[in-house]
C-alpha cells in the first residue's frame, strides 16, 4: 500500500511537466467510493499539408452610359463582351461545364435638380460570369490575362478566386488513428517516470478538424496549400508498475 500511495505522489509530480512534440499530458485519480481509479489525460495531434482541389472564382463586368440612348445596342455590346470572356477562358484550358455565365442585368440611376424635375439618366448593364474547377492550378495564369482586356475597353472586376479542400473525409480516419497513437506516446513518456503504466482507453474526444491557409492563423481559402490540423484529448487508465 506504501508503494502504491508513493507511486501516486510520484505521478502527482508529473502533472506540471509541459508539452512532448506530439501531445500533453495530465494525470488524474479519481475516487469511487472506497476505491482509487487512476488515469491520465493525454493530447494527440495530428497535421497535414494538402493541396485544394476546388477554385471558385467570379469575373464581373460592366457597360454605362447617359442618356437616353437606345438599350439594345448596349445590351448587344454586353453580351460580345461576356463571350470575349468565356472564348479567352477555353482558350486557356477550363471547360464550358466549369463556367456559368449568368445573366445580364440592367439597372438605371436619375439624377434631378432642386426642384426634382430629371436632368440626366445613367444606364447600367452588368454581368457575372462564375467559374467552379478541380484544375485549380491554372487560375492564376487565366487572371492575368483576363485583365488585360481592360485594355480592349472591357470594364471588368476580376474577383479574387476562392481555392477549397473538399476531401477531408479521405484523410480523417488516418490522422485520428495518428493523433489517438500520439496521445499514447505522451502518456508513456509522463508514466514511466511514476512508475505506473498506461492501459487501455477510458474515454475519447474526438476534437474539430482545422484547415487553415499555409502560413495563416485564419481564413481557409486565399491560398491553394493548405494545413490540415486536429487535436484529440484521450484518456487512459492506469495501473502500477510491477
Known sequence: MGQYKSSLILLGA?????????????????????????TAEAKGLAERTVEA????????????WKGDKELASYYSKAEENQKTIIDL????????SEIDSGLIDYSKREFRNKEQILVDT?????????VTTKNVKIIKGIRAKVNKLITQGIAIDNGTPSYHFTKLNDIKPEMLSEATKNARVAANEFAKNANVEVGGIRSAVQGT???????????????????????TTIRFYLTESI
Not at 508539452?19 to 476505491?35: D, R
Not at 482541389?53 to 454605362?64: K, Q, V
Open 14 to 38: 508529473f502533472l506540471a511537466i509541459g508539452l512532448t512534440m506530439s501531445g500533453y499530458f495530465i494525470g488524474q485519480t479519481m475516487y469511487n467510493g472506497k476505491v482509487a481509479l487512476n
Open 209 to 231: 478538424f482545422i484547415v487553415r491557409d499555409q502560413g495563416e492563423s485564419y481564413g481557409d481559402s486565399r491560398k491553394i496549400m493548405k494545413n490540415v490540423r486536429i487535436v
Open 89 to 96: 477562358l477555353k482558350e486557356n484550358g477550363l471547360k464550358e
Open 53 to 64: 482541389d476546388e477554385a471558385d472564382w467570379r469575373i464581373n463586368f460592366s457597360i454605362s
Open 122 to 130: 445613367k444606364h447600367y448593364l452588368n454581368g457575372s460570369i462564375k
